[in-house]
């Protein structure tokens, strides 16, 4: 069963919801105050769909993405509650509760309660949580009624049924409304909001309706090159099959006869199915095909273009229904076609970022009339024009946090700066601009059997750190995902877009170099000293 598909709760579900509705402005979540008493209960469960989310390497890791949400203990009367999958390593905990201006570290701990499943099974945490009653209870007893929220990375219905188990509201989409999260509902809304997007199909559910709604799209579209068959509910582009119509030349449509063999188009188009090309490594039609009657798929126009980028907006709904814009990216995308997210940069181009923030706040305002809350992205292609102007083309909203949410809601807590959509800048408090590049995936054969103690000596020794007084400087995300598969994650902020790309190469490079095969000397790890506390770890 697809997971957007909705539990039965009645209206309880919904009334949770009102209740943060009606005291959002008292707990003043996103104001300053330090007079503000709530607590959040954060459960960074990636409840997409399984088969779909294994095709990414340690995606159990994944849950680590949103430690981010611990700089919230810099309020000093705001108290959090984390639970994962598997215990997180102390270092990596003391390593955010470090980054806090102005808050004692005991003081932050001692405000924070880490809980875990003990499950390292590949489903989502959320149902694991579910699955332990007595987990449940422990939950319900730390959490203040009338002064919790929770917080998730995205809201299914898991999420839905575990908010119903606490009795605490979800700062989210209700599963109700995921369908315009999925790449049939994103073209129903940005046609609804007069958003420009690429020609496409409607949702279908077979292999033999995929080959008929493609064959109708190349019949509207005679120059098609390539088009894109997407499975519905498809993640970070992986659910992404490329289809090269030249070489099917022969049963091209005609302009001026464009029904002109239509029966020949689809069966050249479906017996062209095995040749598609798969984003994720390893795919096969047989699986990806496989997976249609389930998640339903669409065919899309592939966007072509000499000079092309891939933007992203992202933005916030409130739980009263106001809608703000966040921040622009330019996506780095990778992968046989680039359709795979790989990391960003903040913030998009100017030749464009600015309509990128008109476009999603019509998005927002759409998802706001549905009902929708919390965070929101639209993914865009942009083509440059011969007049030098840019045109963009929205291709799927990401109603929940994404890989672009992490990077910048770290360096909003961290140098509590401002937004400007006057610009699409973001200032820290002396008004000086911010720039990153972040990534999810810098990754590397000799990166792995690196232990998080292993990254932190490097950190050290070469300063790696986030400098708190320039504001500048590396934090470190996936840590877990080090040892195992060699990948990690990172956020480089700099006072240029250049400084910002020289600090992520010089992180690179350190970690190359010192992740060289050179044979570590007797109580040294690559000259580096085996502290007390690593050496007693067993």
């Known amino acids: 069963m697809a997971l957007s598909a909705a539990l039965p709760t009645g209206n309880r579900f919904a009334e949770l919801q009102q209740t943060l509705r009606d005291r959002w402005q008292a707990l003043g979540i996103d104001s300053d105050s330090t007079s503000q008493d709530y607590d959040i209960l954060i459960v960074p469960s990636l409840s997409v769909d399984q088969r779909e989310l294994c095709k990414i390497d340690g995606a159990l890791h994944y849950e680590e993405r949103l ?53 390292g099974s590949l489903r989502p945490l959320t149902e694991k949580i579910l699955e332990r009653p007595r987990l449940v209870q422990r939950i319900r007893q730390a ?25 605490v509201p979800l700062f989210g989409a209700g599963p109700d409304l995921l369908h315009w999260g999925t790449k049939s509902g994103s073209r129903e809304l940005f046609a609804e909001c007069s958003v420009p997007h690429p020609d496409g199909s409607q949702l279908v559910y077979s292999e033999a309706e995929v080959a008929e709604v493609a064959a109708a799209l190349w019949e509207r579209q005679p120059q098609l090159k390539r088009m894109v068959i997407k499975l519905n509910e498809g993640f970070s582009g992986e659910g992404n099959a490329l289809l090269d119509l030249r070489p099917l030349a022969e049963v091209a449509p005609s302009s001026e006869e464009p029904l002109l063999g239509h029966g020949d188009r689809v069966t050249a188009i479906q017996r062209s199915f095995v040749n598609l090309s798969f984003q994720a490594a390893d795919e096969t039609w047989e699986s990806f095909g496989g997976r249609v009657p389930e998640l339903g798929a669409i065919a899309e126009a592939f966007i072509e273009g000499e000079v092309k980028c891939s933007p992203s907006v992202q933005g916030s709904i409130s739980p009263t229904g106001e809608v703000e814009i966040l921040s622009t990216h330019d996506q780095i995308l990778g992968g046989p076609d ?28 759409g998802l706001a009339a549905k009902g929708a809350m919390e965070r929101f992205g639209v993914d865009f292609v942009v083509v440059q024009q011969t007049d030098g102007s840019w045109d963009a083309q929205a291709i799927e909203i990401n109603l929940r946090k994404g890989g672009t949410t992490h990077p910048f809601m770290t360096l909003k807590y961290l140098t509590n700066g401002t937004y400007s959509v006057e610009d699409g800048l973001f200032y820290s408090q002396p008004g000086q601009p911010k720039f990153y590049k972040a990534t999810d995936n810098l990754q590397g054969d000799r990166y792995q059997g690196l232990l998080p103690h292993d990254l ?59 992740t060289r095969e050179t044979e570590p000397t007797p109580g040294n790890w690559n000259g580096l000293p085996i502290s007390w506390e690593q050496s007693n770890e067993t």
């Open 338 to 365: 680039g359709q795979i997210y790989l990391g960003c940069h903040f913030p998009a181009d100017e030749g464009y970022r600015l309509a990128m923030q008109e476009y999603g706040l019509a998005i927002g305002r």
């Open 456 to 514: 932190m000596d490097i950190i050290a020794a070469h300063q790696l750190h986030f400098d708190s007084s320039t504001k500048t400087g590396t934090v470190f995300h996936l840590m877990g995902c080090l040892s195992e598969f060699g990948k990690l994650g990172l956020t480089c902020v700099g006072n240029s877009p250049q400084q910002a790309e020289e600090i992520y190469d010089r992180v690179k490079q350190i970690l190359d170099e010192a």
């Open 67 to 119: 430690l981010f949400s611990l700089i919230r203990l810099r309020n000093p009367r705001t108290r959090v509650i984390y639970i994962t999958s598997q215990p997180l390593p102390p270092i990596v905990i003391d390593y955010y509760l470090q980054l806090l201006p102005g808050i004692p570290f005991s003081h932050a701990r001692q405000r924070l309660l880490l809980l875990s499943t003990y499950d």
């Open 143 to 167: 959490l203040r009624p009338g002064k919790s929220f929770m917080a998730c990375f995205n809201a299914s219905a898991l999420e839905e049924k575990l908010s119903l188990a606490l009795g």
